[in-house]
């Protein structure tokens, strides 16, 4: 990992990432991104969080899948629940 200047100075207004991969056979592979997918100009689609959801709940035992379907199905309904108990109390 080395500083890029273009990089360094964006930051914290962007996050652009940038790699370089050298291939055994001599090709340089260049790869730049000035939007990484989940800042707010490239944001996570609903299907998108949900994934990354159940794998972090997966990943840390704090859930199953049936759990977070149920949980997703509340979220994406949280605007008609009246009192804030009612949602956390499943």
Known sequence: MILDPEVDEAYPLRWIGKVTVK???????LGQ???????PGNTLSR?????KASQLAQFSGAATDD???RM??????IT?????G???HM
Not at 33 to 39: S, T, V
Not at 80 to 84: A, N, S, V
């Open 23 to 29: 291939t055994v056979d001599g090709r340089t592979l």
């Open 33 to 39: 991104i000035d939007e990484p997918k989940g800042d």
């Open 47 to 51: 299907s998108e969080l949900e994934k």
């Open 67 to 69: 759990e977070m379907i």
């Open 72 to 77: 997703f199905d509340r979220i994406w309904d």
């Open 80 to 84: 008609r629940i009246e009192k804030i």
């Open 86 to 88: 009612s949602f956390l």
